[in-house]
């Protein structure tokens, strides 16, 4: 079972489109058109991208972002210039809904906006964005050439690589297959693999830093000399130890064990993190209001590290990609077509490194992982000002 | 008397740092009654931020007592503890880091009144939020809810943080260097609140401050504790101490103290000490702590026996020197 699956298919479409007409729909009653149909464009593609999972909260958000438009001029008496004696806070359920709705809407547009204020941060979201389209809708438009054209074990066979033609723009590789079906359909593993095991890391990184750091003595101190004893192990050498004699079948596997042995640099800086925030005055106030831990977790310390997780976030995707095609380089994981990886890795096991015919081949995944690589960390630009209040308000 | 709100009784405190142990409070013994004002004064590291963090109840006396209307605090049971707890807040010094930058006022001042279930629905909420921001003079509240704690003043965010205070209703709030960091011209307007407040809502105020010419204004009607070095060396009517000072420790203060009028000022004899080094708190000297310093220094008895607080004749407050109590006093020492 492939848990990274994406529904990528028509019924996703389908499901994108029903969805997207709510927006579209209440864009028309406010006459918010612009919102409406982005709104159900960004519908559309998540629904095909994710399906319900990711249909169902786009609509919501694009619906909440065209009422933010249509109740920008509408008068809250909460945050009208009245007098206390002369407000009224009485409100139906439904202007409740609606004001919760507008709320949701503004907050989203102020984080959109703050994602395009910093140039260098949209530029890398637009090139993440790039290959996630690329990746999801490619396969629509594009049909995959999995098998070889010619069997090079037929006597008479020889090399069908060639460069770009008006055919094939990248060129075919050593099998005589088309270069841009295999690069439409071979990021998706990786990057969702990448993807997962930042997410692993970085879960783990920040549970056990926060239990280290709350808890303190005993768990602190095992939870510490475990990180140091991980760290001082090279990670790469050891995964390539492992990769050699446990196979991964399984990317879901392959994002743990990456996650197992590249938690504890993240660790360390979040339990430094939380160190530092619990003892600030506002959580001695919420102490003494007697809010209970949890609230002071996840609503005190919580909110001042989120940027910081997040841009950690993409740097451990970043080198999870690198250790996941530099293991599919020296074919030490199972190798499953088609996958950028194993383009490369294809163009070394058939000594075509040097042939200026193979260009198209290996040179179109290893300029896609540098781009999404790039992306990646411009991305972290924008991260911060998207989380942080003080920054999101252009202050 | 009435039993008081809260007392401290013989409270020592103590932390350790390297395997060292610092004594920072020593022998406090305090009460606060109902609807009282108590003002702490001292120099920066003499225990009185410790003092109010045990009065608050953030921080546990390492012996001795905290008697909450006669009942001892550690006897309370988990869930009257939660509730007491609320009974006792604090406004801190710092107004830039008392509140928390990732959330709004709104958002702020609703945390404690939805987790305690202090109203019942999202109107009354929202009336609730309006009431306290009008209580604390930021008006029009509709301006202030939606900002982040980085769009207001300082003197505004400290009101934001006596707010959040009240939400809970408090019996006692511990202003802790409370308009210490807020600009001069609005310290006033905020101290004038707090004791509309205290006289609205019956609330008793413990006031920490460095500055004794803020104390006597503050502190009036109140009492004053003066603090050096982890022990209180003077206490007494705010009156009492600050127009007839008995401790040779509150008459160095008090004559440190700068006037409005610049020709008293210039007038003022300061009282020299006889050193200007305060002793580490790793090595409190003996006997009275403020003996190297004092001017008054007789030898034998200040260096060799710790005081007790006692009234006299001539100065009704409580203080702790022992010639002054024994002679009626005091004689400056002849080197």
Redesign the interface.
């Not at chain 1, 008496?77 to 206390?84: E, I, Q, V």
């Given at each position: 079972m492939n848990l990274f699956a994406t529904v990528a298919s028509p019924t996703g479409l389908a499901l994108g489109v029903v969805v997207g007409i709510v927006p579209l729909v209440l864009s028309a009653y406010y006459r918010q058109w612009r919102a409406g149909l982005l709104g159900a464009l960004a519908c559309i593609m998540a629904g095909f991208g994710c399906g319900l999972i990711g249909g169902l909260p786009m609509m919501v958000v694009a619906c909440a972002v065209v009422i933010s438009y249509a109740y920008v001029n509408r008068q809250d008496?909460?945050?009208?210039?009245?007098?206390?004696s002369e407000?009224?806070?009485?409100?139906t359920r439904r202007e409740?809904f609606m004001r919760w709705m507008a709320n949701l809407g503004t907050n989203v547009r102020a984080g959109l906006n703050a994602l395009m204020r910093n140039k260098s941060g949209f530029i890398g979201f637009c090139g993440i964005m790039f290959f996630v389209i690329v990746t999801v809708f490619g396969p629509l438009f594009i049909e995959y050439e999995g098998r070889a054209r010619l069997d090079r074990r037929q006597p008479g066979a020889r090399s069908l690589l060639a460069g770009p033609s008006s055919e094939h723009p990248l060129g075919l590789d050593w099998q005589g297959r088309d270069v841009l079906s295999h690069m439409v359909y071979g990021g998706q593993r990786l990057i969702l693999t990448s993807l997962a095991a930042g997410l692993f890391a970085t879960i783990l990184a920040v549970v056990l830093g926060s239990a280290a750091a709350l808890l303190g003595r005993y768990v602190d101190s095992l939870i510490t000399t475990i990180a140091n004893f991980i760290l001082t192990i090279p990670s790469f050498p050891l995964l390539l130890v492992i990769a050699s004699i446990i196979k991964f079948d399984d990317s879901f596997a392959l994002a743990l064990l990456f996650a197992a042995l590249n938690w504890p640099v993240l660790m360390r800086a979040v339990r430094a993190q939380v160190l530092s925030l619990r003892e600030?005055?506002?959580v001695?106030?919420?102490?003494?209001?007697?809010?209970?831990l949890w609230?002071i977790i996840s609503?005190?310390v919580f909110?001042?590290m989120i940027s910081y997780i997040a841009v950690n976030y993409i740097f451990t995707v970043r080198v999870a990609m690198y250790s996941i095609v530099g293991l599919v380089f020296l074919g030490l994981v199972p190798l499953v077509e088609p996958d950028w990886g194993v383009m490369i890795f294809m163009g070394r096991q058939q000594g075509v490194l040097a042939n200026p015919l193979a260009a198209g081949m290996l040179l179109s995944p290893v300029v896609a992982i540098a781009l999404f690589q790039l992306s990646l960390v411009l991305f972290t630009r924008s991260l911060e000002e998207v989380f942080n209040?003080?920054l999101r308000?252009g202050? | 008397m009435s039993t008081p709100l809260l007392e401290l009784r013989d409270v020592y405190r103590s932390f350790e740092k390297d395997r060292v142990t610092i004594p920072v409070l020593q022998d406090i013994n305090l009460a606060v009654h109902e609807n009282e004002i108590l003002c702490i004064v001292g120099e920066s590291g003499c225990g009185k931020t410790t003092t109010g963090k045990i009065i608050a109840g953030l921080n546990d006396p390492s012996s001795g007592s905290v008697l909450i209307r006669g009942r001892e605090r550690a006897t309370f049971t988990k869930e009257e503890q939660s509730k007491l707890r609320r009974e006792f807040q604090i406004v801190h010094q710092d107004p830039f880091a008392s509140l928390n930058p990732a959330h709004t006022i709104e958002q702020i001042l609703s945390f404690p009144l939805k987790r305690h279930k202090l109203v019942s629905d999202r109107a009354s909420l929202r009336r609730r939020i309006w009431e306290l921001l009008t209580l604390v003079d930021l008006t029009p509240p509709g301006d202030i809810v939606n900002k982040y704690p980085h769009q207001l003043s300082g003197g505004q965010r400290q009101r934001v943080s006596i707010a959040r205070a009240l939400t809970v209703q408090p019996r006692l709030i511990v202003a802790d260097e409370a308009v210490s960091m807020v600009d001069v011209s609005i310290r006033v307007g905020i101290l004038k609140m707090l004791h509309q407040l205290r006289a609205e809502f019956g609330m008793s105020i413990v006031f920490i401050t460095h500055d004794l010419a803020l104390a006597k204004y503050f502190a009036w009607e109140g009492r004053i504790a003066v603090m050096y070095l982890g022990r209180i060396v003077e206490i007494g009517r705010t009156p009492d101490v600050i127009g007839n000072p008995a401790h040779p420790y509150t008459r160095a203060l008090l004559a440190a103290v700068p006037e409005a009028d610049p020709d008293i000022t210039r007038r003022k004899q300061p009282m020299r000490l006889r050193s200007d080094d305060i002793p580490k708190l790793t090595a409190i000297p003996r006997g009275c702590a403020f003996h190297p310093r004092c001017p008054f220094f007789v030898p034998g008895t200040c260096d060799h026996d710790v005081p007790t607080l006692a009234p006299s004749a001539e100065h009704p407050q409580e203080f702790a020197c022992t010639p002054l109590q024994q002679e009626g006093s005091l004689q400056p020492y002849a080197t």
């Open positions: 008496p909460f945050t009208s210039r009245a007098a206390l407000v009224s806070f009485e409100e409740a600030r005055d506002y001695e106030a919420a102490i003494a209001l007697d809010l209970g609230h609503r005190e909110p001042n209040p003080r308000s202050l | -």
